[in-house]
Nanobody, 124 residues
Protein backbone atom coordinates (compact mmCIF):
# COMPACT_ATOMS: atom_id res chain seq x y z
CA UNK A 1 0.00 0.00 0.00
CA UNK A 2 1.35 3.39 -1.02
CA UNK A 3 0.58 6.57 0.87
CA UNK A 4 0.93 9.92 -0.88
CA UNK A 5 1.03 13.32 0.78
CA UNK A 6 1.02 16.54 -1.25
CA UNK A 7 2.29 19.89 -0.04
CA UNK A 8 3.25 23.27 -1.39
CA UNK A 9 -0.09 24.67 -2.45
CA UNK A 10 -1.16 28.20 -1.66
CA UNK A 11 -2.26 31.57 -2.98
CA UNK A 12 -0.12 33.20 -5.66
CA UNK A 13 -0.69 36.13 -8.05
CA UNK A 14 -0.99 35.53 -11.77
CA UNK A 15 2.44 35.13 -13.31
CA UNK A 16 3.87 33.68 -10.12
CA UNK A 17 5.30 30.28 -9.32
CA UNK A 18 4.72 27.43 -6.93
CA UNK A 19 6.38 24.08 -6.41
CA UNK A 20 4.22 21.20 -5.28
CA UNK A 21 5.71 18.15 -3.62
CA UNK A 22 4.29 14.68 -3.19
CA UNK A 23 5.99 12.41 -0.67
CA UNK A 24 5.41 8.69 -1.02
CA UNK A 25 5.75 5.91 1.51
CA UNK A 26 4.91 2.24 1.73
CA UNK A 27 6.11 1.05 -1.65
CA UNK A 28 9.08 0.93 -4.00
CA UNK A 29 8.85 4.49 -5.22
CA UNK A 30 11.17 4.01 -8.19
CA UNK A 31 8.74 1.42 -9.61
CA UNK A 32 5.79 3.80 -9.81
CA UNK A 33 4.90 6.23 -12.50
CA UNK A 34 3.69 9.39 -10.78
CA UNK A 35 0.95 11.57 -12.14
CA UNK A 36 -0.43 14.97 -11.26
CA UNK A 37 -4.10 15.82 -11.71
CA UNK A 38 -6.21 18.81 -10.79
CA UNK A 39 -9.87 19.38 -10.13
CA UNK A 40 -12.19 22.34 -9.72
CA UNK A 41 -15.70 22.15 -8.26
CA UNK A 42 -18.21 20.66 -10.65
CA UNK A 43 -15.60 19.47 -13.14
CA UNK A 44 -13.93 16.18 -13.90
CA UNK A 45 -10.46 15.52 -12.56
CA UNK A 46 -8.02 16.71 -15.22
CA UNK A 47 -4.67 15.22 -16.14
CA UNK A 48 -1.72 17.60 -15.72
CA UNK A 49 1.50 15.62 -16.08
CA UNK A 50 3.21 12.30 -15.47
CA UNK A 51 6.76 11.09 -14.88
CA UNK A 52 7.62 7.45 -15.42
CA UNK A 53 10.20 5.13 -13.87
CA UNK A 54 13.08 6.45 -15.95
CA UNK A 55 12.16 10.12 -15.65
CA UNK A 56 10.32 10.45 -18.92
CA UNK A 57 7.61 13.08 -18.80
CA UNK A 58 4.36 14.00 -20.50
CA UNK A 59 2.19 17.10 -20.08
CA UNK A 60 -1.27 18.30 -20.84
CA UNK A 61 -1.25 20.94 -23.57
CA UNK A 62 -2.65 23.50 -21.13
CA UNK A 63 0.48 23.40 -18.97
CA UNK A 64 3.20 22.49 -21.47
CA UNK A 65 6.07 24.95 -21.31
CA UNK A 66 4.97 26.30 -17.92
CA UNK A 67 5.00 23.26 -15.63
CA UNK A 68 7.83 20.81 -15.01
CA UNK A 69 7.46 17.45 -13.30
CA UNK A 70 10.44 15.71 -11.75
CA UNK A 71 11.20 12.97 -9.28
CA UNK A 72 13.83 12.29 -6.64
CA UNK A 73 13.86 8.57 -5.97
CA UNK A 74 16.29 8.99 -3.06
CA UNK A 75 13.68 11.14 -1.31
CA UNK A 76 10.62 9.21 -2.54
CA UNK A 77 9.23 12.49 -3.77
CA UNK A 78 7.78 13.86 -6.98
CA UNK A 79 7.64 17.57 -7.71
CA UNK A 80 5.55 19.82 -9.90
CA UNK A 81 7.20 23.17 -10.61
CA UNK A 82 4.53 25.58 -11.82
CA UNK A 83 5.61 28.82 -13.47
CA UNK A 84 3.70 31.60 -15.21
CA UNK A 85 0.60 30.64 -13.31
CA UNK A 86 -2.78 31.72 -14.60
CA UNK A 87 -6.11 32.11 -12.79
CA UNK A 88 -7.39 29.10 -14.73
CA UNK A 89 -4.73 26.97 -13.00
CA UNK A 90 -6.69 27.38 -9.77
CA UNK A 91 -7.68 23.92 -8.55
CA UNK A 92 -7.02 21.22 -6.02
CA UNK A 93 -3.93 19.37 -7.22
CA UNK A 94 -3.55 15.65 -6.60
CA UNK A 95 -0.64 13.31 -7.09
CA UNK A 96 -1.27 9.72 -8.04
CA UNK A 97 0.76 6.54 -8.49
CA UNK A 98 0.54 3.57 -10.81
CA UNK A 99 2.75 0.50 -10.86
CA UNK A 100 2.94 0.62 -14.66
CA UNK A 101 5.90 2.26 -16.42
CA UNK A 102 3.88 4.61 -18.61
CA UNK A 103 3.62 8.11 -20.00
CA UNK A 104 0.16 8.07 -21.56
CA UNK A 105 -1.98 7.26 -18.55
CA UNK A 106 -4.23 10.31 -18.75
CA UNK A 107 -7.25 8.99 -16.87
CA UNK A 108 -7.68 8.97 -13.13
CA UNK A 109 -8.97 5.42 -13.09
CA UNK A 110 -5.62 4.22 -14.46
CA UNK A 111 -3.90 5.15 -11.19
CA UNK A 112 -3.91 3.01 -8.08
CA UNK A 113 -3.08 5.42 -5.28
CA UNK A 114 -3.97 9.06 -4.59
CA UNK A 115 -2.98 11.80 -2.23
CA UNK A 116 -5.42 14.02 -0.37
CA UNK A 117 -4.82 17.05 -2.59
CA UNK A 118 -3.44 20.54 -2.09
CA UNK A 119 -5.21 23.76 -3.04
CA UNK A 120 -3.61 26.12 -5.54
CA UNK A 121 -5.25 29.51 -5.99
CA UNK A 122 -4.02 31.98 -8.58
CA UNK A 123 -5.35 35.49 -8.20
CA UNK A 124 -5.88 37.76 -11.20
Amino acid sequence: QVQLVESGGGLVPAGGSLRLSCAASGGTFSRYSMGWFRQTPGKEREFVSVVNWSGGTYYADSVKGRFTVSRDNAKNTVYLQMNSLKPEDTAVYYCAATGANVLRYLLGRQYDYWGQGTQVTVSS
